[in-house]
């Protein structure tokens, strides 16, 4: 069978991607010598960028294309547009390109081959189903139409599918398929029409910079001054970037990527048949001028090294059957009648992937003015309609109209910018676009990349790992004797194996005393010689952080809009002396949103001390036992208050900054020790802490603890477009003083006019934890039968013995006093509805929880050991 349909009755592709020859009679345009804006990649990416920041009035726009217009991977790729994305904002962004890509002809005159045909993702286990009906979830919540089909379903939209061991798909009517290389020209047509001016076979080979902002860019026909650059190159990205007089980390790598095309079969395929997505084979199937084209993402990706090659190099790549052959046999599985199909061509198409499997987007953070919009993971077509659309915004109007943070260039700094990093993630990368995914899931390259000095210890003591911003975290340790392997492989929708030891981890806080590594919250010093440290947070800080010394001051600092740019906490160290903790992945956001907004005066010095301070949380009511032992200092609430910081000595090491907070609402101390007394820090806390009952715990009981507290984390419940008022913070506010910031104007109209939305805490009622699938993030929320929201956030509370998740309910109308505690509540799992209780505070039995006497308890039960 396979012999038959490889047999060459279809020239094998050669060269496909040759190079236009170029005659040597023509001649190029004459290089402008000024723009207000160069864009870099004339491929579909590009041209859409050129295209939205001309709808949205801008001029004098430039466009460079090193080869030929949408020569690059454009001209390869495979032309679907659907919307089964992995995150919400890619879906969002894909069906804007669906709907920009219909209308494209109508006002060009370009025929971009569009046709409406609707998509299938197929599933081949129970498992594929569940994350398919919780992508249809997501997907009705942003209005678009899907829908979860049977097998036989299947067959009637498609006669080519074989069912047998199929156990249902999801439907997406509103999917197309385009032709690339006529959208991208649309897109250039449209563009040209509105001023912008495109040249062929112009290499940029640097940008110029100058006090960190962009100046011109540097090309092989000269030089071009300019305010903006936008970095389109594709898998050319990361070579441009360093490249620039100041480097720009473009963290993408380039893989081959491999579709077959057929001819058209003896009875020809329907251009509106469906598109089938079999992901659990690995594969994608769509209608071709009545054949098919087919390729996938197989297990052993082929990496491409653009290191010193030109472009003709890269895209002049060769076919490989053997290295389709597993692909080419889950398309014959799939489809049989294709046995007696003839291949016209393998095409091998170069694509670029990013660490994450999200494209790059956004302004650089070391240089003004550097945008980029690369690294689509084979997504290009589907994406490049949306993303450009919210590139544009940010340009034009200094941020987009949706919160594209999963996005953002600034969730990665330089430490993943290693060609090494790059070419071992990418290989793994690749295969998970069609992996299955389940919650909690981690990458296994690129690992031990940033650790804690206390990494090897708390791993021998059974620490189970896992990774934010490249830093490891401890998610629960597994106690002796427990089957590590089997909790190594404990995926799953619903009650997972490290049920029980979480559990104990959580009732060890709340009971004892537990000690969580937090070494990779991201950790500012900012001091000056006068007042202008203070003036300067007081603008930037929407709290008052005008506090006495040795206070501190939990603030968000906020944009324009009065959306959280940051959520932190401020600690006044000395007068004119300020230490700032954010959340880990913020590292490189934060530091540029702080430069941004910093006034370039020499007293004010801020310094990224991430990597000097190893953080200890001790959390539980023994904490205070173990603290007070180790520095001969009372530490009850009378001498050492809430929100308090005080640097002081812990056993023999001088200078630990502790401070009473824990980030769970619970009792406790945050110490933030220099990292060459780490290790004896968190010895002698341990060996004290044992006739406390000390004991390690991880991020998923600090998860745990915040949610049932009603704890809002930055990035996972708050973003660039939630305000204070919407997520219960208004006494976080300094409303009470005349004092300006960031913000104020925008929260003053908010407050006069009323929020439309509001954070919510909702307790399922009638869900079993033991039997149903667990709510994770994303869930659609009810009331009374109608969708209002979406939620951001979920755990299971020990305390209350139930599932508690927050998230934002919205009333377009304005939010009434009793819109959340007169509805009826549901949330939606995967198509399955649960009761919900609806609060707007935390459980006060929670918050006045009262303590077991200390000779009451039973330390046994709570150490590990």
């Known amino acids: 069978m396979l012999r038959r349909l490889l047999q060459p009755q279809g020239a094998a592709l050669q060269g496909v991607l040759s190079h236009r020859r170029a005659v040597s009679g023509d001649s190029l345009p004459p290089l402008p010598s000024q723009a207000r804006v160069v864009i870099c990649g004339g491929g579909i990416v590009g041209t859409s960028v050129a295209y939205h920041l001309a709808k949205l009035g801008w001029t004098d726009i430039l466009l460079l294309e090193q080869g030929r217009l949408g020569a690059g991977t454009t001209r390869m790729c495979a032309g679907v547009v659907s919307v089964a994305k992995p995150i919400s904002i890619e879906s969002q962004m894909a069906d804007y390109s669906n709907s920009l890509y219909q209308q494209l002809e109508e006002e060009t005159g370009v025929n971009t ?32 139409s ?33 032709s690339p290389p006529e959208v991208n020209r649309a897109l250039a047509v449209a563009a040209a029409g509105q001023g912008v001016q495109i040249l062929e076979r112009t290499s940029v080979q640097q940008v110029l910079v100058e006090r960190g902002h962009v100046t011109a860019v540097e090309t092989d026909r000269g030089s071009i001054s300019c305010q903006y650059f936008v970095n389109c190159a594709g898998q050319w990205g990361y070579e441009l970037g360093q490249a620039s007089e100041v480097k720009v980390s473009v963290p993408l790598h380039g893989c081959e990527h491999f579709y077959l095309l057929s001819k058209p079969l003896q009875q020809p395929l329907p251009s509106n048949t469906p598109v089938v997505m079999d992901l659990d084979g690995r594969i994608y199937v769509r209608p071709w001028q009545g054949g098919v084209l087919s390729g996938g993402f197989e297990k052993n990706p082929k990496p491409i090294f653009t290191e010193g090659r030109n472009q003709l190099e890269v895209h002049n790549m060769q076919e490989d059957w053997d290295h389709f052959e597993p692909m080419l046999s889950a398309l014959l599985r799939r489809m049989p009648e294709l046995e007696t199909a003839e291949i016209r061509q393998l095409v091998n198409c170069p694509e670029s992937f990013t660490p994450d499997m999200r494209c790059l987007m956004g302004e650089t953070p070391g240089v003004h003015g550097y945008y980029v919009l690369a690294g689509m993971n084979s997504s290009g077509l589907a994406l490049a309609g949306g993303a450009a659309r919210y590139l544009a915004e940010w340009m034009v109007y200094g941020y987009p109209t949706a919160n594209v943070w999963a996005l953002d260039i600034k969730r990665f700094g330089n430490l993943q910018s290693s060609r090494t990093f790059l070419r071992h993630r990418v290989m793994e990368v690749m295969p998970l676009l069609y992996e299955l995914k389940v919650p909690r899931w981690d990458y296994q390259t690129g690992r031990q990349l940033r650790t804690s000095p206390l990494y090897d210890r708390l791993d021998t003591q059974g620490a189970r790992w896992m990774e934010k911003h490249g830093f490891e975290r401890p998610k629960y340790f597994v106690p002796a004797g427990k089957d590590l392997l089997s ?78 740019e940051n959520d932190c906490s401020v600690v006044r160290l000395s007068k004119n002396s300020f230490f700032i903790i954010s959340p880990s992945d913020q590292q490189v956001h934060c530091w540029s949103w702080m430069k941004k907004h910093m006034p370039s005066e020499p007293q ?59 980030h769970t609402g619970e009792p406790g101390f945050m110490l933030y020790i220099p990292i060459e007394y780490a ?106 039968q109608q969708l209002v929201g979406a939620t951001t956030s979920s755990a299971y509370s020990y305390t209350l013995e139930r599932h508690v998740c927050l998230g934002f309910v919205s009333a377009p109308g304005g939010l009434a006093p009793d819109f959340v505690t007169r509805g009826d509540y549901e949330v939606d799992i995967a198509g399955q509805r649960y009761a919900a209780k609806a609060k707007l505070y935390p459980f006060s039995s929670l918050l006045n929880q009262q303590r077991r006497r200390k000779d009451q308890l039973d330390l046994g039960s709570l150490n590990p050991e």
Request: hydrophobic residues 40%; glycine residues 8%; contains cysteine.
């Open 679 to 784: 290790l004896h820090v968190y010895n002698e806390v341990m060996a004290v802490g044992q006739k406390y009952g000390v004991r390690n715990a991880g991020y998923y009981a600090l998860r745990s603890l915040r949610i049932e507290k009603f704890l809002a984390f930055w990035g996972q419940d708050l973003d660039s477009f939630t305000t204070p008022l919407e997520c219960g913070r208004e006494f976080r506010v300094k409303f009470h003083t005349d004092m300006d910031f960031l913000g104020r104007e925008a929260l003053l109209q908010q407050r006069q006019e009323g929020v439309s939305r509001r954070l919510v805490m909702l307790v399922l009622e009638e869900h079993d934890t033991e039997l149903d699938l667990w709510p994770w993030w994303g869930e659609p929320i009810l009331r009374n």
């Open 146 to 178: 899907c829908s979860i089909i049977k097998p036989k379903e299947i067959s009637k939209l498609h006669p080519l599918v074989n069912i047998h061991d199929l156990v249902g798909a999801l439907h997406l009517p509103g999917d197309a398929v385009v």
């Open 487 to 564: 909790l190594d492989h404990s995926k799953t929708f619903y009650k997972p194996d490290w049920f029980d030891i979480v559990g104990s981890e959580v009732k060890c806080c709340k009971e004892a005393v537990c000690v969580i590594d937090m070494s990779s919250f991201t950790k500012f010093e900012l001091t000056s010689t006068g007042d202008q440290a203070l003036e300067y947070l007081q603008f930037l800080c929407a709290n008052d952080v005008d506090v006495p010394v040795g206070h501190m001051v939990h603030t968000g600092m906020l944009n324009q809009r009065g959306g959280y």
């Open 113 to 144: 081959g569009y046709v409406k045909t609707g998509s299938l993702c197929l599933a081949q286990n129970q498992d594929r189903l569940l994350s398919l009906k919780r992508l249809a979830s997501r997907l009705k919540v942003m209005g678009i």
């Open 604 to 662: 004010l010095h801020l310094e990224d001390v991430s990597w000097k301070y190893t953080a200890l949380n001790l959390i539980g009511p023994r904490a205070t036992d173990i603290l007070a032992e180790l520095s001969y200092v009372s530490m009850t609430p009378d001498h050492f208050p809430s929100m308090f910081c005080k640097e002081m000595s812990v056993g023999y090491a001088n200078g630990i900054r502790v401070m009473s907070m824990t």
